[in-house]
């Protein structure tokens, strides 16, 4: 039922992308092609390349009876991450001042699920999919970024061993968005004492 994917499932990867950060992606996208561009275009190309973070080689689906239901999409994150760039759109820095905070953790970026598939277990199961991967590919952790206004998944999240360790304002510009903070998670998945170092623990 959970499958890597491919360049063709684009199209569902930039849907699941916008769910998962309330149209941020869609917002950043339409101020790179500008007016006369096509955002979703965009999107779609960047889903279907070979690299990137929201490349789909990044990312893993959910199927029901052969109907594309969730995604899963998660990467590495930086083990010594550089500085924020002092040209990196302000929307941006609180996003990437917490994932500094969670060096050589295995980022997950996107947990989505399509509404008329909720209520059947998929998120934890994606959940459970990313520990596998993450373990596989030798981290001691997870790490992901939430968003205050999302507590259906704040509740998944917490049940299933995450912990909070930081917060960040939202820098909404001309977003709209009803969401005040983004919440860091980390969740320690091999081992006892091999999390990677976090950089600030208190809540900021």
């Known amino acids: 039922?959970?499958?890597?994917?491919?360049?063709?499932?684009?199209?569902?990867?930039?849907?699941?992308?916008?769910?998962?950060?309330?149209?941020?992606?869609l917002h950043f996208w339409r101020k790179s092609v500008g007016p006369d561009g096509d955002a979703?275009?965009?999107?779609?190309e960047r889903a279907a390349r070979e690299t990137g973070s929201f490349s789909y080689r990044n990312a893993w689906l959910y199927e029901v009876d052969g109907a594309v239901a969730a995604c899963l999409l998660g990467y590495p994150a930086e083990a010594d991450p550089a500085p924020i760039a002092p040209d990196t759109p302000a929307i941006f820095v609180p996003l990437l001042e917490l994932e500094a905070l969670a060096p050589g953790s295995w980022y997950l970026n996107v947990l989505a699920t399509y509404d008329s598939f909720r209520g059947r277990g998929i998120g934890s199961a994606l959940l459970a999919e990313a520990e596998r991967i993450a373990r596989a590919a030798g981290h001691?952790?997870?790490?992901?970024?939430?968003?205050?206004?999302?507590?259906?998944?704040?509740?998944?999240?917490?049940?299933?061993?995450?912990?909070?360790?930081?917060?960040?304002?939202?820098?909404?510009?001309?977003?709209?968005?009803e969401a005040v903070e983004?919440?860091?998670?980390?969740?320690?998945?091999?081992g006892r004492s091999r999390t990677p170092q976090l950089k600030q623990r208190q809540k900021s």
């Open 1 to 25: 039922m959970i499958r890597q994917a491919i360049a063709a499932d684009a199209a569902h990867l930039v849907r699941f992308i916008n769910m998962a950060a309330d149209d941020l992606p």
């Open 40 to 44: 979703l275009a965009y999107g779609h």
């Open 140 to 177: 001691t952790s997870i790490s992901l970024i939430a968003e205050d206004t999302h507590l259906d998944a704040l509740r998944l999240y917490r049940a299933k061993g995450y912990q909070e360790i930081a917060r960040r304002a939202v820098v909404k510009g001309d977003w709209a968005v």
């Open 182 to 190: 983004w919440i860091l998670f980390v969740k320690e998945v091999w």
